[in-house]
């Protein structure tokens, strides 16, 4: 299949395999690119230490095209107060699971704007796309990329994203609907002006851009594929498909909950983390829903998170975890990843033989 | 174009008029029937009288089929201190439009399953197909409008809605994403389990049940009929699409606002109605944003939303209307509805052809 991301990104299926932080291993994302797609590396809990390590692992696994992602925030403004009372809502859940409360939460990631050790190790390895989540690159950044060759995409989440997106020079954008599982990649608050579906997001982004747009969110398998190329959109990229992949980093309990009923239940929740992300629910999404107008900001709130998330494990219980998932979880399969490329691509091209079919009558 | 749709409902192409009370007149109905769809009447605040009227009105204008929509609502719990607090809470907004707030808000509509004067209409009319909103029709409903032969169907917003649906014996289900303008059809609370998305909702619903599955919601344009079928529906469902042809019911305002900017902002609310329903986002909408704790309940509701829609109206702001809307309104086009179905029919098969491309290369 040829689309203009195809071409673009010099790869033979227009698949993208997203770049989950914690999940997307090296030996994951080479699967997917060996298959002819585009496997990605998600950089967003990693520091630059980490980055060349897996971007070395990756390379040694395939020669084809990858994309490293980065997130791209602005710095937090940090609230001692806030930052203290949440630990003490999160200390009942701590205790619970006999695990000392930390004294205090600390700024865990840095973004990829305000960290030069990253941006030296993207130029030393670079990886030939390069996308980003939570906002843009700066101007120098762009530049920078560029001028080594890089493929620059991002992620957006309503029309003024997307044509910001252009305007700053991206090659590409990811339309990100509502649906999809992980972090929604809203730059501002209000964060509801970004909670726009696949289906009403991509031919509106797609009518008001002249650069190719990837489809993400909620789709799961050919029909969704076939879909989103029916929108207008040049690819697709699937992150919740590839979770229950062999070579993915999930925990089998997160495996378990996606390819059972609890895959049905998903919401979009800020206590996790402290940005929108849709989560599988489970306790920990349900009993501080009620509590997500205290939580003190991003990345804060997820060094809490990840606390209680470990704690819980410990004790042998996966409801704590972050099970980021999309709406279509349900949809869930599980085998190797080279055998998922080759069925998405049938799947794909049975539906699309189904259609033409339609217009034969 | 034949699916499973086209040949249980005896039409030509598998594209339904959303039965928007209020908005789809019968001369719209007629047009979208006439023009080999399925053209819709939506009943939700209507008497026997004015359903009876409708339905003979729009067989004047066309012997095709088409379809007759009704709310099965349980019949709502009153809370006279809650509906009084209410008022009080319109009563700066009546006051600014020098309209006097109601003394006391009313139960204006009933649901269809506590109405036997609807009940009888129908059963004389006999409309070939009868959808349902918000629940599903009593067993004895269900076999008497069986009994002269109706195809029935009903909204769902989640499988757990859609297997109910099956088994209580519905022809066909709509499954209505969280993108669809107006009010969403989810049957009980926590409303939020309603709130799957097109693009996730459709083919989890079409594994899940044997009855053919019409998606509804985001849907605009040719590209989005296609996108819908291939993620396994025998039909599609537009609502918003139609509301700007010439034979709607809409005022010129909510035109106006559909073909401009205001159309890129919709946000699910319960303040105008007392149920969740999409609308764009006007003063009521952003104004009442933070109070819709305190809403009474559907349909006392909206017995003060219609108060305050009409007292702004006749001092010239629509900024009170309810201007229910999907997400994707900002694709709108005004034209015929006859124009607009033959439109729809040719992006399709454009669409449908560009598909057959790609699977060549």
Redesign the interface.
Known sequence: ???RITELFDINTPIIQAPMAGTATPALAAAVSNAGGLGSLGFGAANAEQVLESMQTLRQATNKPYNANFLVHDRPVRDPAKEAAWLETLKPFMDEFDAETPKALNEIYMSFNADDDLLQVVLDERPPIVSFHFGLPTPERTDALKAYGATLISSVT??AEAEAAAAAGMDAVIAQ???AGGHRGTVEEPF??GH??????V??V??AIDIPVIAA?????G??I???????ADAVQLGTAFIPCAESGAPDTYRQFLLGDRA??T?LTTVISGRPARAIVNRFVDELRDRADEVPGYPMTYDGGKALGAAAAAKGTPEFAPMWA???A??SRAMDASKLMQLLEYET?Q???M??D??K?
């Open positions: 299949m040829k689309t309503n029309l609907g509502f649906e509801e002006d726009v579906t696949t289906m009403a997001l031919p509106l797609v009518n969110g909620g789709i799961m398998n029909n969704g076939a879909a989103a190329l029916a929108l207008g049905l239940r919401e999309g709406q279509a349900g949809l091209k539906t699309l033989a259609l033409r339609k217009i009558d």
